[in-house]
């Protein structure tokens, strides 16, 4: 998305800005809540909770999404009952980054087009580092559209700048979703679930679906799985809270194999049945967390929420498809203990009942390090970014230019011509494969290395060769990581910018 492309909504002096969350997945809702409940009491927003009940074709996570919002009190309009050309939102804020999650009507570029600003908080934590994982975090059309993206740490940024287009957008703020455990103001384990508890310890087991990447299993191997629900009602002196991803609660779903759905479903079927199990199907997670004693999970955003609580954690992985992890979080995971099957799980829970976590202190300063912002502020802090960047941009009048190639033709537009001189661009950055030219400049315009792009935040990037335009494409698309729609020809920045 080229910024100025579309006419943003403007604030106007003593205007309130107008924000549609766009609800539709309930246990997306802790990336959101501390966020909305700033919005909400902040005299500078008119805050309005819009339910996405028109589905795409990907809908197991929407399953109840209208009996949480009553169920929490909180006021909302129907999608196909709202006018958002009426209302002129200044923000949308998505809950997810899948396009397949939201019906045409619904898609940030939809957004983007009407003047609205998208903002997105990662509903979860970018984990995986593989090349397929990296598509799904910088690469879907919300993050390459979003105005604002708000991360939880430093960390979390540079990898951003490495590999998203749309870096740009990046804020740190740390993740709403860790506010509720600073404020200690979530709901407690209902009256039930603690009477089937008793006096025992409680031991979180929180599972993905089965989840492959190049038709390889990249979680635990099922059988293995399996193998330890038998053997759980063998430990009564202890209570498990089972979490099964919503995907496997789904059965015969989309994104697993018949196998691997038979083996989930033959799990779960086996832990309904024993006395000392609750199968956990609500969709506000954080109260199993702060109820557990212990947990055992697999490849999750909750392993990054997990540590809040200081407990032990067992972290389970396939030894055959060894899962790369983000520099952002992989001294974390390094601090849990590690499983791969049956038997590590059993080793912990001998650990655990006979009170030995030799880890702690690891744990605990990894935590700090990969989740620095823990002061319950992270909903505030996003709140105010989102006034400030509205205010500042009123401010930021002219169109921030960089070139490629610096050659004949830029040179005989800049000398020959004015039209590189116009009051409606700056030109704020020169770049060319030509590395004797790198740290100089031209007309005190700097000149840098094609990579060195990437610290500067310009809305086109011309390229201003015709000869090799193909090939100087795919380099900034593919190896420099620039937005594709950012980028341009020559002629075409004449004739639209220009009137050359």
């Not at 403007?10 to 997945?25: M, N, P, Y």
């Not at 310890?201 to 059988?223: A, G, Q, R, S, Y």
């Not at 060319?432 to 990437?454: H, K």
């Amino acid at each position: 998305m080229i910024e100025g492309e579309f006419n943003n909504t403007s604030l106007t002096e003593g205007e309130k800005i107008r924000i549609v969350f766009l609800f539709q997945i309930p246990s997306f809702w802790p990336s959101w809540e501390s966020v909305y409940r700033a919005c909400v009491e902040d005299e500078r927003y008119d805050v309005r909770l819009v339910l996405l009940d028109e589905l795409a074709f990907s809908k197991v996570q929407m399953a109840g999404a209208e009996e949480f919002l009553i169920e929490n009190a909180l006021r909302y309009t129907r999608f196909g009952e709202f006018d958002f050309s009426g209302y002129k939102p200044h923000i949308v804020m998505l809950q997810s980054p899948y396009t397949s999650h939201r019906v045409a009507e619904a898609l940030s570029y939809r957004f983007v087009s009407m003047g609205t600003r998208v903002v997105y908080i990662p509903y979860g934590i970018e984990i995986s580092d593989t090349p397929l994982s990296r598509v799904s975090h910088f690469y879907t059309f919300a993050v390459l559209n979003a105005w604002r993206i708000y991360v939880i740490s430093e960390k979390m940024a540079e990898i951003y700048k490495e590999y998203c287009p749309n870096r740009f957008a990046i804020r740190v703020t740390g993740l709403p979703r860790f506010d509720a455990y600073s404020r200690q103001n979530m709901k407690p384990f209902s009256k039930e679930i603690e009477r089937l508890i008793g006096n025992r310890k409680v031991i979180l087991w929180k599972m993905h679906f089965p989840k492959t990447e190049d038709n390889t299993l990249v979680t635990p191997n099922l059988d293995e799985y399996l193998k330890f629900a038998r053997t759980i009602e063998q430990i009564q002196e202890l209570f498990f809270v089972f979490m099964p991803h919503p995907i496997m609660l789904a059965r015969q779903s989309e994104f697993v194999d018949q196998i691997s759905q038979e083996k989930s479903d033959s799990i779960i079927d086996l832990l309904r049945e024993a006395e000392n199990v609750y199968v956990y199907e609500i969709s506000d997670y954080r109260p199993a967390i702060l109820r557990a004693d212990a947990v055992i999970i697999d490849r999750s955003a909750l392993m990054i929420e997990a540590p809040v609580t200081g407990v032990p954690i067992l972290y389970m992985y396939n030894p055959d498809n060894v899962e790369e992890m983000t520099e952002a979080i992989r001294p974390l995971v390094e601090s849990f203990y590690q499983g791969t099957g049956a038997d590590d799980m059993c080793r912990f829970i001998e650990m655990f009942q006979n009170g030995d976590d030799p880890k702690k202190e690891e744990r605990a300063k990894a935590f700090r390090k990969c989740v620095p912002y823990t002061d319950g502020k992270c909903g505030e802090r996003v709140a105010n970014d989102m006034v400030g960047s509205l205010i500042s941009e009123k401010t930021a009048v002219k169109q921030r230019i960089a070139i490629f190639a610096v050659g004949k033709v830029l040179k005989y537009y800049w000398n020959e011509t004015a039209v590189l001189r116009s009051e409606s661009f700056e030109i704020i950055a020169l770049s060319d494969n030509n590395a004797s030219v790198w740290d100089t400049d031209f007309n005190g315009i700097p000149i840098v290395s094609p990579e060195g792009l990437r610290d500067y935040d310009f809305d086109l990037l011309v390229i201003f060769s015709e000869q090799y335009f193909k090939d100087i494409y795919k380099q900034l698309v593919h190896e420099v990581i620039i937005d594709i729609d950012k980028i341009m020809r020559f002629d075409k920045f004449l004739i639209q910018f220009c009137g050359g």
